[in-house]
């Protein structure tokens, strides 16, 4: 989930002026009056590249609450930076991060599973999952083996190959989001695991959830 609401470049500069494109910069009053503030928590929200996002629509649509664009909008550009970062080691090696999900899977698991089940754990079709695995067994990553009862069904274990890579790749991006963290205390830790916890309940549908 990458949306980016038409956030800017990473990096890019800005300031307290929004441009338009018929124009002139706009000032924005929402930003001369400083950082905002979270209503709940009662912190201040320093700049970022979402903060000028906002502030560009607030000076485009003044009529619209843009307040959730500053949650779901920062959600999505950590999402798509760690991600971005965590896939470092997945090309070196290689793999796309849906072919890693695969081999996690069955690493995290500990067992055997067949395709139906992968797709459920890796949250893929089950021709994506065919592919994948095709491609994997190519490379002596996984092995298949057929059910005694039922030839219909597979059954899909890592290879040695396969276990030492997952288990080479993962304390890397361990090491890496420990050093993401490294900037909150445990409390704060514990706090955003839970909120992320309780939105992600909701959006999976989960009692409770909310409906749209």
């Known amino acids: 989930m990458t949306a980016n609401h038409g956030r ?3 990096g890019a500069a800005h300031d307290d ?20 503030q979270d209503a709940t928590r009662g912190a201040s929200v320093q700049d970022d590249t979402v903060a000028a996002v906002v ?7 003044p009529d619209l609450d843009t307040a959730p664009m500053e949650i779901i909008g920062r959600i999505n550009r950590c999402a798509a930076l760690l991600q971005q970062a965590e896939d470092a080691p997945l090309r070196r090696a290689g793999l796309s991060r849906a072919e890693f999900d695969l081999l996690g899977a069955l690493r995290r698991t500990g067992h055997e599973l067949t395709p139906g089940e992968l797709a459920r754990e890796t949250f893929s ?3 994506a999952v065919t592919k994948r695995l095709k491609q994997l067994t190519e490379r002596g990553l996984v092995e298949r083996r057929g059910d005694t009862r039922d030839r219909r069904v597979a059954h899909v274990r890592l290879t040695d190959a396969g276990r030492e890579l997952v288990d080479g790749i993962l304390p890397e991006q361990l090491a890496y989001e420990r050093t993401v963290l490294a900037g909150l205390d445990s409390a704060e830790r514990g706090d955003l695991a839970v909120l992320l916890c309780e939105l992600l309940s909701r959006l999976e549908g989960r009692p409770g959830a909310l409906r749209i």
């Open 8 to 10: 800017p470049a990473p």
């Open 17 to 36: 002026t929004a441009a338009t494109p018929e124009g002139p910069p706009v000032r924005d009053e929402a930003a001369a009056r400083g950082p905002s």
């Open 55 to 61: 502030r560009q629509w607030r000076a485009v649509h």
């Open 125 to 127: 079709s089950g021709a």
